[in-house]
C-alpha cells in the first residue's frame, strides 16, 4: 500500500527491527520418516565425528523485517507467510563438542539502533536498539530484507533500514537479498527505487550480487513471472550508475538478479 510521507498521526511513529530464521539448512529431501539412529557414534574417532558434524553446517537464511507500528499487522501477516525455523543452529545444542565446533563458524550478529531522529519517545514499550542477538556465519549464511526498506516518520524524516545495522556486521555478509514487494516499483518514482537499492548494495559490499526474490503474490498482484530476461531492477540500477561519474567501477558493475523466494536456498548453496 502507498503511504504518503505528510500523513498526520497523534501518536510517535516506532521502528524496531525483528529477524526471523526462515531456513535452517537441515531439509534434506527425501529422508523424511527414515530411521537416523546410529548408537554407535560416540565410539567413532573425534577426527571422524567432527567430519559429521560438520555436514550440519549448512547454508542458512535470516530473514531480518524494519516494522513501523502503523503497519505492525501488515508486516506481521508478511512473516507470517513465512516459515519459521529455530533461530539457533542445531550444532550448539547437541554437545560440547559440537558446540565447539558451531562457534569457530557462528556467532551473535546483528545488534541494531534506531536513529536518533526516528526514535520513539523515552516512555516507548518497544527499544530502540537491541544488542546482538542472531546467531549467523558470515561464510554461509544469507540475509533476506524485508519490511519499509526506506522507514519516515509522520514528519517526514527518513533513515535507510540497513543504516539501523552496524556496518561491522554489514560489511561480512556474503549474500544479501531483498524482497521484490518491498520495492513498490509500481508506485514509487525511479528515483526513489534507486535509492533504496544504493543503501543496501553500499552497505553490503562483500556480497558480489544483489538477489531481488519474488512470491506467487508478486506474480498474482505484480504481475512478476519468473524466470524473465526483463530484468527491468537491473535495468534500472544500470540506467542511474551509467549517468554518473563519482561512483567506483565495482558498485556500477554490481549483479542484481531476480529469482524466486522459494529457490533461494538452493542458490545460496550453489554460491557458497
Given at each position: 500500500?502507498?503511504?504518503?510521507?505528510?500523513?498526520?498521526?497523534?501518536?510517535?511513529?516506532e521502528?524496531?527491527?525483528?529477524?526471523q530464521?526462515?531456513?535452517?539448512?537441515?531439509?534434506?529431501?527425501?529422508?523424511?520418516g527414515?530411521?537416523?539412529a546410529?548408537?554407535?557414534?560416540?565410539a567413532?574417532?573425534?577426527?571422524?565425528?567432527?567430519?559429521?558434524?560438520e555436514?550440519?553446517?549448512?547454508?542458512?537464511?535470516?530473514l531480518a523485517?524494519?516494522?513501523d507500528?502503523?503497519?505492525?499487522?501488515?508486516?506481521?501477516?508478511q512473516?507470517?507467510?513465512?516459515?519459521?525455523?529455530?533461530?539457533?543452529?542445531?550444532?550448539?545444542?547437541?554437545?560440547?563438542e559440537?558446540?565447539?565446533?558451531?562457534?569457530?563458524?557462528?556467532?551473535?550478529?546483528?545488534?541494531?539502533?534506531?536513529?536518533?531522529?526516528?526514535?520513539?519517545?523515552?516512555?516507548?514499550?518497544?527499544?530502540?536498539s537491541?544488542?546482538?542477538?542472531?546467531w549467523?556465519?558470515?561464510?554461509?549464511?544469507?540475509?533476506?530484507?524485508?519490511?519499509?526498506?526506506?522507514?519516515y516518520?509522520e514528519y517526514?524524516?527518513?533513515?535507510?533500514?540497513?543504516?539501523?545495522?552496524?556496518?561491522?556486521?554489514?560489511?561480512r555478509?556474503?549474500?544479501?537479498?531483498?524482497?521484490?514487494?518491498?520495492?513498490?516499483?509500481?508506485?514509487y518514482?525511479?528515483?526513489?527505487?534507486?535509492g533504496?537499492l544504493?543503501?543496501?548494495i553500499?552497505?553490503?559490499?562483500?556480497?558480489?550480487?544483489?538477489?531481488?526474490?519474488?512470491?506467487p503474490?508478486?506474480?498474482?498482484?505484480?504481475?512478476?513471472?519468473?524466470?524473465?530476461?526483463?530484468?527491468?531492477?537491473?535495468k534500472?540500477?544500470?540506467?542511474?550508475?551509467?549517468?554518473?561519474?563519482?561512483?567506483?567501477?565495482?558498485?556500477?558493475?554490481?549483479?542484481?538478479?531476480?529469482?524466486?523466494?522459494?529457490?533461494l536456498?538452493?542458490?545460496?548453496?550453489?554460491?557458497?
Amino acid at each position: 500500500m502507498f503511504r504518503s510521507w505528510y500523513d498526520r498521526l497523534d501518536e510517535k511513529t516506532e521502528f524496531w527491527l525483528e529477524f526471523q530464521t526462515v531456513h535452517d539448512g537441515m531439509d534434506v529431501p527425501g529422508n523424511h520418516g527414515a530411521n537416523t539412529a546410529f548408537t554407535c557414534f560416540s565410539a567413532l574417532p573425534t577426527e571422524l565425528r567432527l567430519k559429521i558434524w560438520e555436514q550440519l553446517i549448512q547454508p542458512r537464511i535470516i530473514l531480518a523485517a524494519c516494522f513501523d507500528s502503523r503497519f505492525r499487522d501488515e508486516k506481521r501477516e508478511q512473516l507470517m507467510q513465512r516459515p519459521k525455523k529455530r533461530p539457533i543452529p542445531v550444532l550448539l545444542h547437541i554437545n560440547h563438542e559440537s558446540r565447539t565446533l558451531a562457534l569457530r563458524h557462528y556467532e551473535l550478529a546483528f545488534a541494531w539502533k534506531i536513529p536518533h531522529r526516528l526514535a520513539g519517545p523515552e516512555t516507548s514499550v518497544l527499544p530502540a536498539s537491541k544488542e546482538a542477538h542472531v546467531w549467523f556465519n558470515f561464510g554461509l549464511d544469507a540475509l533476506l530484507l524485508l519490511g519499509e526498506l526506506e522507514p519516515y516518520d509522520e514528519y517526514g524524516f527518513n533513515s535507510p533500514m540497513v543504516y539501523f545495522l552496524r556496518r561491522e556486521d554489514t560489511r561480512r555478509v556474503r549474500h544479501v537479498a531483498c524482497a521484490f514487494e518491498e520495492l513498490h516499483l509500481s508506485l514509487y518514482e525511479s528515483d526513489q527505487v534507486f535509492g533504496s537499492l544504493f543503501h543496501i548494495i553500499d552497505m553490503f559490499p562483500a556480497a558480489q550480487r544483489l538477489l531481488i526474490t519474488s512470491t506467487p503474490q508478486d506474480a498474482e498482484v505484480r504481475h512478476l513471472v519468473l524466470p524473465t530476461t526483463d530484468n527491468v531492477v537491473q535495468k534500472l540500477w544500470s540506467a542511474f550508475m551509467n549517468g554518473t561519474t563519482c561512483m567506483t567501477s565495482s558498485l556500477v558493475k554490481r549483479q542484481i538478479l531476480m529469482i524466486r523466494e522459494a529457490d533461494l536456498p538452493e542458490f545460496i548453496v550453489r554460491h557458497s
